[in-house]
């Protein structure tokens, strides 16, 4: 029980453009989402948390016009980097929580971006 | 703000013998503490965790851990390493039950033959 997908788990995009990544639990209702950012060596960094149907909610210096995130339903959230540059390039990971305490996280693969 | 350190960005152990990773946090009271696994292609797994009473929590897959007040330190062992267990290993920690996950920047485990 308690599985996170994300799709997709790779992703090459052109400097300029937009992709979005899904992050999906499967066999539970995630009233929580957080989306991470990997750098190589690096620990894992909250970029933001959303509740289903709300606005998510920022980590200082994360640009929300940047990283767009989207929690419309409570087994899927979705992360739309727009306007991507070859810096958004990291690891993004996504996990979930239904329990209402935020750090029971159940965490999906990660998708790698990069930005050529 | 929380901080968590894991001294060691790689460790090297020989499939049989003894490991012992290294947490470290930085908080004043004490916080919720956490161990990951992350294999390649695979999300974090919650080894085991912490938040209050005996001192020695176990964990899945033969892991345990054990808070130091004094030292500030939540370390894992295990005592006999086997192959599988080579992956990245991460400790983490929340001020409250109510908190976010601050993790540390993770231990690489190799295992050789």
């Known amino acids: 029980g308690a599985v996170v997908s994300q799709h997709p788990s790779w992703v090459i995009c052109k400097s300029g453009t937009s992709v979005k990544i899904e992050c999906r639990s499967l066999?539970?209702?995630?009233?929580?989402m957080f989306w991470y950012r990997q750098f190589p060596k690096q620990s894992l960094m909250l970029m933001a948390t959303?509740?289903?149907?709300?606005?998510?909610?920022?980590e200082q210096g994360v640009e929300k016009d940047k990283f767009l995130i989207n929690h419309a339903s409570l087994t899927l959230s979705t992360l739309t980097v727009t306007s991507a540059h070859p810096e958004d390039s990291s690891f993004y990971i996504c996990?979930?929580?239904?329990?209402?305490?935020?750090?029971?996280?159940?965490f999906g693969p990660g998708t790698r971006l990069t930005v050529t | 703000a929380q901080s968590v350190t894991q001294p060691d960005i790689h460790i090297t152990v020989s499939e049989g013998a003894s490991l012992e990773l290294r947490c470290n946090y930085s908080?004043?009271?004490?916080?919720?503490l956490f161990w990951y696994v992350q294999s390649p292609g695979q999300g974090l797994q919650l080894l085991l965790k912490?938040?209050?009473?005996?001192?020695l929590v176990q964990g899945i897959k033969g892991f345990e851990a054990e808070f130091k007040r004094s030292q500030s330190s939540f370390n894992l062992r295990k005592p006999s390493v086997h192959w599988s267990d080579a992956a990245e290993y991460f400790c983490?920690?929340?001020?409250?039950?109510?908190?976010?996950?601050?993790f540390g920047k993770g231990t690489m485990l190799l295992v050789s033959p």
């Open positions: 066999d539970f209702q995630a009233t929580t």
């Open positions: 983490a920690v929340a001020p409250s039950g109510y908190s976010t996950l601050t």
């Open positions: 908080y004043g009271a004490t916080p919720y």
């Open positions: 959303s509740n289903e149907g709300s606005k998510a909610t920022y």
């Open positions: 912490y938040f209050s009473g005996d001192t």
């Open positions: 996990s979930a929580s239904n329990s209402g305490v935020n750090y029971e996280q159940y």
